[in-house]
């Protein structure tokens, strides 16, 4: 996994040049590093604008008790896609500005959450002790006393 993390990294600035290139030799020169810089301008604006309507709603979701996980991911997107406009280069505006569309970043989200691995729910509901993973059935418990509804989450 890391070879490819490094390859990737070599392999960025060699595309990002020949992508450069191909847009200068079809528009000129000062028209594609305007557009880069351009694209790189805009969407920093756009990722500002966005970012704070994220924080809003996290602020909002914190306010009435609500866990704001989906709207801190889609707020470390947004900040993903700032610092890829930022980069200089033709692939990465694209990536950015691709970020930027609300309905990627949700796919992004989704295609994230099924890579992550899960780990053990435990939940004891008035004396009974339930344990499951994603890959496993519920087992069931008695516990020695009642005891308050509560759901514990371990992440491995």
């Known amino acids: 996994m890391i070879r490819i ?22 528009l000129g020169f000062l028209p594609a590093v305007g557009l880069v810089i351009g694209t790189g301008l805009a969407g920093l604006m756009l990722a500002r604008r966005q970012g704070l ?9 914190l306010n009435e008790g609500k866990l704001p996980a989906t709207s801190m ?3 470390a997107l947004l900040l993903l896609a700032a610092l890829l406009l930022i980069v200089p280069g033709v692939l990465t505006d694209v990536a950015g ?21 899960f780990g053990r729910t435990v939940q004891v509901v008035h004396g009974t ?7 496993t059935t519920p087992t069931t418990r008695e516990t020695p006393q009642e005891i308050v509804e509560r759901s514990i989450q371990q992440n491995p």
């Open 129 to 135: 002790w339930r344990t499951h993973t994603a890959t």
């Open 53 to 61: 309507h994220a924080l809003a709603d996290v602020q909002l979701q």
């Open 5 to 26: 993390a490094v390859a990737l990294l070599l392999a960025l600035p060699i595309v990002e040049l020949w992508l450069m290139f191909r847009l200068a030799g079809a």
């Open 73 to 75: 991911a889609d707020g």
């Open 97 to 117: 500005v691709l970020l930027l569309i609300p309905a990627v970043r949700k796919l992004a989200i989704f295609w994230a959450l099924g890579k992550v691995r």
